[in-house]
C-alpha cells in the first residue's frame, strides 16, 4: 500500500486491487445505511462518481454529465433550470457528513465529497488499530476486510419512517455520552432545563395550514409522500442538536408538529419552536417580540425599532441554489400566552433554522454571545437575529447580528 496512506487529511488514490476493495466496502457501509438507503437518487450518484474515480476517470464528472448519466436527462438540458445534480451532491454530503457523525468511528477510511467539485476523495484513517498490518503493506485481502469492524457490516438500522425522530435519537444519544454541558450553554439553556415538566419540542413541516385527518384508507406510500412527512434535513439536523442538548442534561422531552399542538398542549411548561414560517406557533407567539417575522414572496425578520430597516430578508422566488445568505430569530424567554419558558429556533429558510440550531448548541458561538450581551443577560429574557452565509446549498456557521433584552 502507498506511503501516502499514513496521512489521513490528504487525498489518496487506490493503487492495488485490495485498496480499490477497501472502498468499495467502505461505500456499501454508507449506502447501506439509514442515510442513504431510503433513497435511490443520492446512492445512484455516489455509487457512480466512486466507480468513475475508481477507474481512473475522474475528468468524465461534470455536471452536465452526471445528469445524463445517472439521472437520464438530455443531452442539451439546462442544468441552471434543472439543478438537480447540484441538490443531490449538496445532499450527499449532508448525508455523508451525519453517517460519520454517528456511525463511522470505526470505519476503515472515509469518503468525502468536496465542495465545489463531484470527484470523491478517499482519506484512510491510518490511526485506526485494527488497520495497522494492512497498512504496513503486511495484510491479505483477508486482513483487510476482517479489519472493517464486523459490526459495521451486519448493522440493521432500525427505520422508524420519521426523519425527526431518527435524527433526534442518533444525535441524541452521541452527545449524551459527552461530558456536561458547559457553562456557556448553561447560561441560555438554564431557564428550560429547570422548568417543570418535559420540554415540548414544536417542529414545524412544509405545511403552513391545518391539513385534515387521513383517510383510513390512504395507502402507505401516500402517507410517506404526503405532507405529514414534509420535513428538511435541516429541520432534522435542528432537532437532533437540540435533543442533544436536552438529553445531555437529563431533560425529558416530547415532539409534536405544529399543527398539532394545542394551546393546553404548551400551556405552563418549557416549550422550543422549531422553524419560523412553517411553524404556525412560532408566527403567533413571536408576533409581540422586537424581532418577528413578516411573511411574503420576500421573507423578512422585522425590528419593531427600526421597522425601515429592511437587511434581514431572503427571497424566495429566486432559484434555490443563488440563496447565499438566510437569517433566523433565536429567542428564549417568557411567554405570557403559554405562561412558560419559550425557545424559538426559527429560519427564513431551512438554512436560518439549521445555523440558529447550532448557535444555541455550541459554546465556541455561545462565547461569542457572552461577549456581546451586558452582564446579568442570562436571567432576563433574551432574542437574538443570527446571519448564515450559504455555501453551495449548506447552511455556514452562524453569526450574531442584533440582540436585545427584556
Do not use: C
Not at 425522530?165 to 444525535?171: G, K, M, S
Amino acid at each position: 500500500m502507498s506511503n501516502n496512506m499514513q496521512e489521513s487529511t490528504t487525498r489518496w488514490t487506490p493503487e492495488t486491487p485490495v485498496e480499490r476493495d477497501l472502498v468499495i466496502g467502505e461505500l456499501n457501509a454508507i449506502l447501506s445505511s439509514h442515510h442513504f438507503r431510503g433513497s435511490k437518487r443520492y446512492p445512484a450518484l455516489l455509487k457512480y462518481v466512486v466507480g468513475k474515480t475508481l477507474d481512473g476517470h475522474p475528468e468524465e464528472l461534470k455536471e452536465r454529465t452526471l445528469g445524463v448519466e445517472v439521472f437520464e436527462r438530455r443531452p442539451d438540458y439546462d442544468t441552471n433550470a434543472d439543478p438537480v445534480v447540484r441538490f443531490s451532491a449538496s445532499e450527499i454530503r449532508k448525508r455523508i457528513a451525519q453517517y460519520y457523525h454517528e456511525s463511522g468511528e470505526d470505519s476503515p477510511l472515509q469518503i468525502d465529497l468536496p465542495l465545489g467539485s463531484y470527484v470523491p476523495e478517499f482519506k484512510p484513517r491510518a490511526e485506526r488499530a485494527e488497520l495497522k498490518p494492512s497498512i504496513n503493506g503486511a495484510g491479505t485481502d483477508e486482513e483487510i476486510q476482517a479489519s472493517i469492524p464486523a459490526r459495521r457490516r451486519s448493522r440493521v438500522a432500525w427505520w422508524t419512517g420519521s426523519l425527526l425522530v431518527l435524527a433526534a435519537v442518533a444525535l441524541g444519544g452521541y452527545l449524551l455520552r459527552r461530558p456536561a454541558a458547559p457553562a456557556a450553554t448553561g447560561k441560555l439553556w438554564n431557564s428550560l432545563l429547570h422548568s417543570p415538566g418535559p420540554v415540548l419540542m414544536v417542529v414545524g413541516t412544509s405545511h403552513q395550514e391545518p391539513i385534515d385527518p387521513e383517510p383510513l384508507h390512504t395507502t402507505l406510500m401516500d402517507h410517506m409522500t404526503g405532507p405529514y412527512h414534509r420535513v428538511t434535513i435541516s429541520t432534522a439536523i435542528a432537532l437532533s442538536r437540540l435533543a442533544g442538548v436536552l438529553q445531555v442534561n437529563g431533560k425529558a422531552y416530547e415532539i409534536k408538529e405544529d399543527t398539532a399542538a394545542s394551546l393546553a398542549d404548551i400551556r405552563s411548561r418549557p416549550v422550543i419552536l422549531v422553524g419560523a414560517l412553517n411553524n404556525l406557533w412560532t408566527i403567533r407567539l413571536t408576533g409581540p417580540l422586537r424581532f418577528h417575522f413578516i411573511p411574503g414572496d420576500v421573507r423578512h425578520i422585522l425590528d419593531a425599532k427600526r421597522p425601515d430597516m429592511t437587511d434581514w430578508t431572503t427571497d424566495t422566488t429566486i432559484p434555490y441554489a443563488s440563496v447565499a445568505i438566510d437569517y433566523a430569530v433565536v429567542a428564549r424567554y417568557h411567554d405570557p400566552t403559554t405562561n412558560g419558558m419559550v425557545m424559538v429556533i426559527g429560519g427564513l429558510g431551512p438554512y436560518g433554522t439549521e445555523a440558529a440550531s447550532e448557535f444555541v448548541a455550541s459554546p465556541q458561538y455561545l462565547d461569542q454571545l457572552l461577549s456581546s450581551l451586558p452582564a446579568g443577560w442570562e436571567n432576563k429574557n433574551l432574542e437574538m437575529v443570527v446571519k448564515t452565509d450559504v455555501i453551495n446549498g449548506e447552511a455556514g456557521p452562524p453569526h450574531l447580528s442584533s440582540w436585545t433584552t427584556w
